[in-house]
């Protein structure tokens, strides 16, 4: 287990320019979720698939926000035309869930955005 | 829609005492789980227990308890002979149970500080 990977780990960019970043999920895991995080706030969740399926993105933050898992494994989050309060930390996680809901997530230790 | 609510922002205890972090939440379902993370600074998100609706037993993980009052949708966190390591930001979350589960929903978080 090697956990979840996320990159890069900090992004600096300036307004109006677009981002992609990447998740690697636990191997063995067939969901994986998107957060973001705003200080002093909690995760907001944003999309989640399961295996390549997008099942939710009715909570991404705006037409400029979409994400991809493509083959099953590693899933993109890509914000286009970025805005001063895409600012944040974007979290990702992954669980091996049945469908229950009962298994626990686990995180990745985020990509910071900064937006000049 | 789900919320959750931290009324306390910040709690401090000594070393070796015991604390107690609220947490409650809205919902209109009957079935669901609720989680507590841990989120040290800088570092990732770390689950600390969880508590299935539908068990009326409280959850407990070695020093790590709740309280689960689920008619008054409660869930505290009560952590026995705090340690330094126990510093961190703690989230409680909710999610859905069943074929609808997605995202977890959090709470804005407990800065919880440990006086040694």
């Known amino acids: 287990d090697t956990g979840v990977s996320q990159d890069p780990r900090h992004k600096i960019t300036k307004r109006g320019q677009n981002v992609t970043f990447r998740c690697d999920p636990i191997s063995e895991h067939n969901r994986l979720y998107w957060y973001r995080q705003t200080l002093g706030q909690g995760p907001e969740f944003l999309t989640y698939f399961q295996n390549e399926a997008q099942l939710e993105k009715s909570r991404l933050l705006s037409d400029r926000f979409s994400a991809e898992r493509p083959k099953g494994s590693f899933s993109t989050l890509e914000i286009q035309r970025t805005e001063q309060g895409d600012s944040a930390m974007y979290l990702c996680?992954?669980?091996?869930?049945?469908?229950?809901?009962?298994?626990?997530?686990?995180f990745g230790d985020g990509t910071r955005l900064s937006i000049l | 829609a789900q919320t959750v609510t931290q009324s306390q922002p910040e709690m401090s205890v000594q070393e070796a005492e015991t604390v107690t972090l609220s947490c409650t939440y809205d919902t209109s379902e009957s079935d669901y789980y609720l989680f507590w993370y841990k989120q040290p600074p800088s570092r990732q998100m770390i689950l600390v227990i969880r508590?299935?609706?539908?068990?009326?037993q409280n959850a407990t993980e070695n020093r790590f308890s709740v309280n689960f009052q689920k008619a008054a949708k409660s869930f505290s966190l009560k952590i026995s002979d705090s340690q330094l390591g126990d510093a961190a930001m703690y989230f409680c979350?909710?999610?859905?149970?069943?074929?609808?589960?997605?995202?977890?929903?959090f709470g804005k978080g407990t800065h919880l500080i440990i006086q040694p």
């Open positions: 508590q299935e609706a539908y068990k009326q």
């Open positions: 996680a992954s669980s091996a869930d049945g469908g229950l809901g009962n298994q626990p997530q686990h």
């Open positions: 979350a909710y999610r859905t149970s069943g074929g609808g589960a997605d995202g977890l929903t």
